[in-house]
C-alpha cells in the first residue's frame, strides 16, 4: 500500500523535500548500499568510507522520512525501496558520461533476458520511448509547483567531520547535490537558456547563477550558449524518475509540483524504465550488478 506524505500548504513541495533528502550523494550511498542487502550499521561502515556521525545522521533522516524502519537494524520499506529506479538512471548516466569514479561501475544485466542494458526511460501507460527533445511531453508546474518551492531549504548540514563528496556519483552529486544547481538544471529541461531568465527563476544573486551555470559548463551538461548539451539531456531520466519518486511519496495540499501529460497516448504522464535490449519494462529484482 502507497503510504502518502500530505505536505502542509504553501510548503516545500514534493520536489524540494526529495532533493533535500536524496540530492546528498551520502544518502543515495546508503540506499545503494541497503538494495544490494546491507541492514546493519556495520554493513554500510564496511562498505563504505563513511564515518560514524555521518553515517549515523542520514540514517535517522532517512528513518525519519519514511524510508526505513528500524527493527532488527535498518529495512528498507516500500519507499525506501522505489529509489532503485533513480539509482539505476543514476548509474548509466555516470557510466556513460563520467570518466572518473572511485570504483567501476559494475554492469548492469537484467535477469529475464541475460542481457547487459541500459535503462530506457519510458511513459508508463503506453510504453512509447521519451526523450528530453522529443517534446512528447506537455505540462509543467502543477498547484504547488514553483521554483520556489521546488528548491530545498537552505541546509546546514556540510558540518565538520561531514566529509565532502565521496566521489561515488561525482557529477550527479554536482547536478542535484546543491539547491541552485538542481534549480538550475531543472530550469534547462523547461528550455532556459539565458542568464536573466535562468536568474528570474532561481531568484538567486547572480554571481551564485553564474557561479552554477559556470559549474555545469565546466561539467559539460551546459553548452556555451547555455543550452543542455547531449551529456546534459542524457541526465533526462534521472530527473524524470527523481519527479515520479517525489510525487509518489509525497503530496502537498494544492496538488502535484508538476504535471505531465504524454500527448500521443494523452495520458498523464508517469514514468518507467525498460530494458534496451529486450524491450520489456524494467523491475527492482530483475535488475542485477555483475562485475
Ligand atoms: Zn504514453
Ligand atoms: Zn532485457
Known amino acids: 500500500m502507497l503510504e502518502v506524505t500530505e ?3 504553501g510548503q516545500r513541495n514534493a520536489i524540494g523535500v526529495t532533493l533535500g533528502l ?5 544518502a543515495l550511498l546508503i540506499l545503494r548500499e541497503a538494495l544490494l542487502g546491507a541492514s546493519r550499521f556495520v554493513d554500510w561502515r564496511s562498505r563504505l568510507p ?3 556521525a555521518v553515517l549515523t545522521a542520514r540514517l535517522a533522516r532517512l528513518t525519519e522520512s519514511g524510508l526505513f524502519v528500524r ?3 535498518y529495512r528498507l520499506t516500500e519507499r525506501g525501496a522505489d529509489v532503485w529506479s533513480i ?3 543514476i548509474w548509466a548516466w555516470e557510466d ?4 572518473a569514479h572511485v570504483e567501476r561501475l559494475p554492469v548492469r544485466v537484467h535477469r529475464l533476458c541475460g542481457k547487459p542494458f ?3 526511460l519510458v511513459c508508463s501507460a503506453c510504453d512509447g520511448t521519451v526523450l528530453a527533445i522529443d517534446h512528447t511531453l506537455a505540462g509543467g508546474f502543477g498547484p504547488s509547483g514553483s521554483w520556489e518551492r521546488s528548491v530545498p531549504a537552505a541546509t546546514t548540514r556540510r558540518r565538520s567531520g561531514d566529509s565532502a563528496d565521496a566521489g561515488f556519483f561525482p557529477e550527479t552529486a554536482a547536478l542535484i547535490g546543491n539547491r541552485w544547481s538542481a534549480a538550475l538544471v531543472g530550469a534547462a529541461f523547461q528550455g532556459v537558456h539565458r542568464f536573466s531568465d535562468f536568474q528570474r527563476c532561481l531568484n538567486a544573486p547572480p554571481t551564485m547563477v553564474a557561479d552554477r551555470i559556470r559549474t555545469l559548463c565546466s561539467l559539460g551538461v551546459l553548452g556555451d550558449d547555455y543550452r543542455l548539451t547531449a551529456k546534459g539531456l542524457a541526465f533526462f531520466p534521472v530527473v524524470m524518475c527523481l519527479v515520479g519518486w517525489a510525487q509518489r511519496w509525497f503530496r502537498a495540499a494544492e496538488g502535484p509540483a508538476l504535471v505531465h501529460r504524454h500527448l500521443p497516448c494523452d495520458s498523464a504522464f508517469v514514468a518507467a524504465l525498460d530494458c534496451s535490449s529486450c524491450g520489456d519494462r524494467l523491475a527492482r529484482k530483475d535488475v542485477v550488478p555483475t562485475s
Open 87 to 89: 539509482l539505476l538512471s
Open 50 to 52: 563513511i564515518s560514524n
Open 71 to 73: 527493527g532488527n537494524g
Open 7 to 9: 505536505l502542509p500548504a
Open 22 to 26: 536524496l540530492g546528498d550523494e551520502w
Open 96 to 99: 556513460r558520461w563520467v570518466a
Open 118 to 120: 541500459d535503462p530506457v
